[in-house]
T-cell receptor, first 108, second 115 residues
Framework: TQLLEQSPQFLSIQEGENLTVYCNSSSVFSSLQWYRQEPGEGPVLLVTVVTGGEVKKLKRLTFQFGDARKDSSLHITAAQPGDTGLYLCAGSDYKLSFGAGTTVTVRA | EAQVTQNPRYLITVTGKKLTVTCSQNMNHEYMSWYRQDPGLGLRQIYYSMNVEVTDKGDVPEGYKVSRKEKRNFPLILESPSPNQTSLYFC??????????????FGPGTRLTVL
């Protein structure tokens, strides 16, 4: 059983559309990280959110940490083919626990 | 250049033949870990190390061993590999404070097939 549940598992959209990926847990985390992984490579950190209710923006990506620090979302505005990849959330307490990931495909 | 290196990148072996996957980091990180990645299961932690000579089990440690004799190296050892250990393996290093992880830097991965 995954400690962190990500949804959807797969997402395929057209270039220019918006998308949201969700990361949910019944556990409280001291912080939550989002990574992106491209085929044949290791995950690369996008952002760390620490405070409940925190919103961070990274160009067209918006990350939100739930008020109770149990869930998070990643929203991409006007998606581009370069956003294609596997998006992983990871919750931090005494260890780092990863969700199963959301595979995002942006079609040109 | 800050990096985590793993070797080999690809390995095909047979059941029972001992193997070692090496991992090295040049960022002076105290925390290092090994993960395996399987479709639909995400990254599952095998072992982690808080510092030299300090290692502990992650979520799926059965069939694996590690050692941390030097700060920069954290090899993963499969004493008697079995087909269910066929997977994509990642080594990672990073900084850690109690309850909080800084950026974890991942290696490029080792794709292991056990026949």
């Amino acid at each position: 059983t995954q400690l962190l549940e990500q949804s959807p598992q797969f997402l395929s959209i057209q270039e220019g559309e918006n998308l949201t990926v969700y990361c949910n847990s019944s556990s409280v985390f001291s912080s939550l990280q989002w990574y992106r992984q491209e085929p044949g490579e290791g995950p690369v950190l996008l952002v760390t959110v620490v405070t409940g209710g925190e919103v961070k923006k990274l160009k067209r990506l918006t990350f939100q940490f739930g008020d109770a620090r149990k869930d998070s979302s990643l929203h991409i505005t006007a998606a581009q083919p370069g956003d294609t990849g596997l998006y992983l959330c990871a919750g931090s307490d005494y260890k780092l626990s990863f969700g199963a990931g959301t595979t995002v495909t942006v079609r040109a | 250049e800050a990096q985590v290196t793993q070797n080999p990148r690809y390995l095909i072996t047979v059941t029972g033949k001992k193997l070692t996957v090496t991992c090295s980091q040049n960022m002076n990180h105290e925390y290092m870990s090994w993960y395996r990645q399987d479709p639909g299961l995400g990254l599952r932690q095998i072992y982690y190390s808080m510092n030299v000579e300090v290692t502990d089990k992650g979520d799926v440690p059965e069939g694996y061993k590690v050692s941390r004799k030097e700060k920069r190296n954290f090899p993963l050892i499969l004493e008697s590999p079995s087909p269910n250990q066929t997977s994509l393996y990642f080594c990672a290093s990073g900084s850690y404070r109690v309850g909080e992880f800084d950026t974890q830097y991942f290696g490029p991965g080792t794709r292991l097939t056990v026949l």
